[in-house]
């Protein structure tokens, strides 16, 4: 059977952060692809840099490639990185033209800023991922001297190929999850979210969900939006 990738364009990708990739290029030899660039910073600190292709002329790309090695994952800034990709283990057959993008993203990237709507505020504090578990802290703060509960069937996430969870373990305060919260307008509660099965070379958040509940009138004749907290791009400690 045959391998056939004609590499026809490669596309640098910049993220938010400090970094600079450049000198990107792609060369074929038999099966496999090898993909060379430069990732530029001086703070040190690690990146997960991830390979992606794309076969429509760059409209879409696919999954993160899995048969990677060299300077991929986890890896550090610096010049001369290599990323080969074994074609022939990840794809049957292929005849075309093939686009290929690189991603780096800093491990250690800040949290998104805290949230505040109508009835309540939340901040998240913490975003720790061991194994395939990850667990959020979070300080959830009522805007209104009312009785507050966190909806655990409305908090979820999503991963980065699209995949939903809904949390194992859930904390607000020291409440039960089934039973509402008195809160105190002006006061934080520590609480927490935990995620299991989540794919452990994940390092980032595409979305987080979470729902808190007031009894107040106000928050109840409101939206969903008025107490539906949405919060992007959130990177994971490892």
Do not use: H
Request: charged letters at 25%; hydrophobic letters at 40%.
């Amino acid at each position: 059977m045959r391998y056939i990738l004609i590499v026809a364009l490669i596309i640098i990708v910049s993220t938010t952060f400090a970094q600079q990739i450049q000198n990107v290029k792609a060369v074929q030899q038999g099966t496999k692809v090898i993909v060379s660039y430069d990732l530029n910073d001086q703070s040190g600190k690690p990146y997960y840099v991830k390979l992606l292709m794309s076969k429509d002329g760059g409209a879409t790309f696919g999954e993160e490639l899995k048969y990677v090695s060299g300077d991929v994952k986890n890896s550090k800034a610096g010049i001369g990185k290599k990323i080969i990709w074994d074609a022939a283990q990840e794809i049957s057959y292929y005849d075309g033209d093939a686009i290929f993008r690189v991603e780096a993203v800093m491990k250690s990237a800040p949290l998104p800023e805290p949230i505040e709507l109508k009835c309540s505020k939340v901040e998240l504090v913490n975003v720790k991922g061991s194994g395939s578990r990850v667990t959020i802290d979070f300080i959830a703060t009522a805007l209104f001297d009312e009785s507050t509960e966190l909806n655990k069937d409305r908090c979820f996430l999503f991963d980065p190929s699209g995949n939903q969870f809904m949390p194992s373990m859930e904390k607000f305060g020291d409440s039960p999850m089934d039973k509402p919260k008195q809160v105190i307008q002006g006061v934080p509660v520590k609480s927490q979210l935990i995620f299991d099965n989540i794919n452990p070379e994940v390092t980032s958040i595409p979305m987080l969900k979470i729902n808190l509940f007031t009894t107040s009138n106000s928050c109840y004749a409101g939206s969903d939006n008025e107490k539906l907290f949405q919060f992007r791009n959130i990177p994971i400690s490892r």
